[in-house]
């Protein structure tokens, strides 16, 4: 602010220094004399309420999965009679006994097995109804290997379906599987060796077997 004292006297505007507001001033009697070391625990340092949440989604839906309890498991399976599945069928031992090796080799946990009269058969009267009995099953939780498997076989038949524990997807019912011995054997390859199938039951079942 500019101001005058008669004609010629000028009064100089305060320098920005005097502007500047004083420092405010603690006495040192309102400080405490010690100070102590602080131990800050989660319980008691609250969090914004945006991050609280998304933290507690997060454990809630790790602690989900970590229980598995009650989660469905989706399920391929072949299916054709017992005895072209087991005794015709010309490659199908080899290929399941070389997958096996695979697996064991990479120590990967066994996902497939055999189900012979398996008990899901029953949710599917569409595919009962084309099935002469005996029934067997190929089961897998390998989506695509089943595609690929039933490639190979052709006369099967697919499906999938889902099942909240191993023991219900893999039972089945009591069967004896009987094949006859053809008189004259004349493929180049040996003839499959009766209960060859029982390495890939469920281990229910193999222990039952036994």
Known sequence: MWSFTGALTMVVPPTTA?????????SSSFLPKQTKKLHLSPPSLPL??????????????????S????????????????????DEEEHFQEQLF??????????KEQDFWLVIEPKF??????????????AVALVSTNGPWITFMKLRLDR???ESFEATS???ALASNPATLEFDKPKNWVAPYPKY???WWETFLPKATQESVA
């Open 18 to 26: 005097a502007c500047r507001p004083k420092p405010f001033l603690v």
């Open 166 to 168: 191993f023991d219900e």
């Open 67 to 86: 229980d598995t309890k009650g989660e469905k498991t989706k399920y391929h399976f072949l299916v054709a009679n017992a005895k072209f599945m087991l």
């Open 121 to 134: 058969l029953a949710n599917f009267p569409k595919v009962t109804q084309r099935l002469r009995r005996p």
């Open 98 to 107: 070389e997958r096996l090796r695979y697996y064991g080799e990479r120590e």
């Open 48 to 65: 914004p309420s945006h991050f609280s949440s998304s933290f507690k989604t997060a454990a809630t839906s790790v602690e989900q999965n």
């Open 193 to 195: 060796e009766p209960g």
């Open 156 to 158: 099967v038949l697919y």
